[in-house]
């Protein structure tokens, strides 16, 4: 499956909750969706049996699609030549995580927040919430020193 063609449907699904994943997966008409659901069923199991996460608590906090190799095929054609058949392939990447570690964190940020600003942070949905407020997301947007000048960090 090429890159835009998951990449349609993982933008979908990215920072939404676990259930409300596999209902979008599940109608929407896309070839692409099937083996992400596959993809997206077998982390939550693997979270449920090795870290002892509930699947109801979890949300897709990282969902990235990268470019594959690229497998070359020749056809047959007619007069001894042959035609190149380009199949391009994907590397999807999805990372779940049990919302319940990030309550406590979420309430204690909320608390640190002036209230003009609280409107906006309670407006980010959950999943969201929990990638910004990642040391990483926070160094790759400059949003540190927002949150230095604002006295949270």
């Known amino acids: 499956m090429s890159v835009d063609k998951a990449r349609r449907v993982i933008d979908q699904i990215r920072g939404r909750s676990y259930e409300e994943t596999l209902m979008i997966l599940e109608l929407m008409p896309y070839r692409a969706c099937y083996p992400i659901f596959k993809l997206i069923y077998s982390a939550a199991a693997n979270a449920r049996h090795n870290r002892r996460f509930k699947k109801a608590n979890l949300i897709i906090s990282k969902a990235e699609v990268n470019k594959g190799t690229t497998m070359k095929k020749l056809k047959p054609r007619a007069r001894g030549r042959s ?71």
């Open 83 to 153: 035609y190149l058949i380009k199949r391009p392939t994907c590397h999807i990447t999805i990372v779940l995580r049990d919302i319940t570690f990030f309550d406590e964190y979420d309430k204690f940020i909320e608390s640190l927040i002036p209230r003009d600003v609280l409107v906006l942070f309670r407006a980010i949905p959950k999943g969201r919430r929990i990638e910004l407020l990642s040391g990483r997301y926070l160094e790759k947007y400059k949003l540190k020193t927002y949150f230095y000048r604002l006295g949270l960090i």
